[in-house]
């Protein structure tokens, strides 16, 4: 696609002011606390509208779309664990950060255990953070490589230069106030598209309910206590410890909670991001279905997405026809071409800004908090205890500087090479699996010690490699049955959460019990 030239403007505009919004907090960001939190006085509601801003990403806004065109609402399920989720952590994981007196997420795991986890917690952090980085600059080059005919290594390398430029010179407040006008454009963005495709029904919007409730489109799944397959039940699970893990142990998240004035605005941030990301993560989910009614109802553009999508696969090496094209294939592909051929001008350059929006939000604040763990959990703590500030600041530019260029290399690297990032997702995944049942046991389990701790991360971590590598490794024709993992694999951050824990309450009781018999 040829992109015109208002949507080429509106594209143009908004890059270079969110560059420049965040580029003028750079006086207010020339001191630590300055860059990591903002000196403690930011509003709670634009911290609250961060976090939500977190949570979506490019991703968010085409392949939950996908996923609702192809299947269901059954993952709206995740977004429901949110409020459960938001209580505890507002109830016990905010306190905790507030009052720890660091910034670091990862300080409670040293005082708790020892240095060692407090190193498990870091080196698990930085990796999937790197992995995230690449993987969202990656998957954006993609789809605006489809959308405008840009090249992909150009899309990669602008967004990450402008990315990391804004979040070197603003430090954590340019962080927070971009990502407030991208969860507008965002949204904004969001209803238009929805907008778009309800008035584009031949017979009203009324017609999506109907089409979309004959297909059973609006089913959240089974509720049969089943944890084999995607009922209702396993999304909810997995949402649950998946943001349990973000509001406990995710740098990200605690950087926030320090950035509000007081502990109350920053608890209210925490029910601010969860209550906007509830509905905002229906719109989403409403845009996969009326997609799906709008395709039903317009055969000629089904055609054309099939057509492309067999291409695809038949350049892959998987030679189908469009008619063999499946609607689980379909899903992913359908709003790209909707962008690209139903909307009026301007309005594509619009949407082209939200992808990029949800992008950035992503991006930005993995930078800033890798910069933050860089200095206080890497550089003060095992280098130079006792820099200055002049050299703590060289080390957050640098830190910057250094996460945004290598999340660079590592979308430039995945161009064509997806399996690589799909093993790098499985094993950071597999290494982390323990952190959020070992801040568990730190927070909770107040009686359990460092010799209790390693030996639960280690069978956690074991655990956690059985359930997510077979399938990497050997694929489970590989694998006796009875080795083969049965749960279906949102099952494994809370089966490795729960595994830690308990074994670490476990042996920590055993090992009281054998202390009184002596």
């Not at 051929?341 to 939200?354: E, I």
């Amino acid at each position: 696609m040829k992109l015109p030239v208002v949507d080429a403007v509106v594209i143009a505009v908004y890059l270079a002011a969110v560059v420049g919004l965040g580029c003028w907090f750079v006086r207010r960001s020339r001191t630590t606390q300055g860059f990591m939190v903002g000196g403690g006085r930011i509003p709670g509601w634009a911290v609250g509208i961060s976090i939500f801003g977190t949570y979506l990403s490019s991703n968010t806004f085409l392949f939950v779309p996908g996923k609702a065109y192809s299947e269901n609402w059954n993952a709206f399920a995740f977004s429901l664990s949110l409020p459960i989720a938001a209580w505890i952590a507002t109830t016990w994981f905010v306190p905790l950060h507030r009052r720890g007196g660091s910034i670091s997420a990862y300080d409670h795991l040293e005082r708790r255990f020892g240095g060692w986890a407090r190193t498990y917690g870091v080196v698990c952090y930085l990796l999937t953070q790197l992995a995230r980085v690449g993987a969202v600059l990656f998957g954006v080059s993609l789809v605006l490589a489809t959308l405008t005919g840009w090249p992909q290594v150009a899309v990669i390398v602008v967004a990450g230069v402008a990315v990391t430029l804004y979040t070197v010179l603003g430090g954590i407040e340019a962080v927070i106030w971009t990502d407030v006008v991208q969860a507008v454009v965002l949204s904004v963005g969001a209803l238009t598209l929805l907008a778009l495709l309800l008035s584009g029904m031949p017979e009203g919007p009324g017609q999506t309910v109907r089409i979309a409730a004959a297909e059973d489109k609006f089913s959240l799944g089974s509720f049969a206590l089943d944890f084999t397959r995607s009922t209702f039940w396993v999304p909810l699970l997995y949402g649950l410890f998946e943001n349990l893990k973000n509001f406990g142990i995710d740098q990200s998240y605690v950087q926030r909670y320090h950035a509000a004035p007081t502990e109350e605005l920053a608890r209210r941030s925490v029910w601010i991001g969860a209550m906007l990301y509830l509905p905002t993560s229906a719109v989403f989910f409403a845009i996969g279905t009326a997609a799906y009614a709008y395709y039903q109802t317009h055969p000629e553009f089904l055609q054309q997405v099939s057509q492309e999508v067999a291409q695809r696969l038949t350049a892959a090496g998987e030679a189908v026809t469009a008619a063999e094209v499946t609607t689980a294939q379909v899903g992913d592909s359908v709003l790209p071409h909707f962008i690209v051929h139903g909307l009026p001008a301007g309005a594509t350059g619009l949407l082209v800004a939200a992808i990029f929006a949800a992008a950035m939000s992503s991006i930005d604040t993995s930078l800033n908090s890798a910069a933050t763990v860089a200095l206080i959990d890497i550089y003060r703590r095992r280098l130079r205890p006792d820099c200055g500030e002049r050299e703590s600041m060289i080390v957050l530019y640098t830190a910057t500087a250094a996460m945004g260029a290598a999340g660079v290399a590592v979308a430039l690297a995945l161009i064509g090479v997806r399996s690589g990032l799909d093993a790098w997702w499985t094993l950071s995944g597999v290494f982390a699996g323990g952190l959020l049942g070992l801040f568990l046991l730190g927070a909770i389990a107040r009686g359990v010690r460092r010799p209790a701790a390693v030996c639960a991360v280690i069978v956690g971590v074991l655990v956690v490699g059985w359930m997510s590598l077979p399938d990497l490794l050997y694929g489970p024709a590989g694998l006796p049955e009875w080795l083969v993992n049965p749960l279906h694999a949102h099952m494994t951050i809370v089966v490795g959460t729960l595994t830690v824990f308990l074994v670490g309450v476990g042996v920590s009781r055993l090992g009281m019990t054998r202390r009184l018999s002596q």
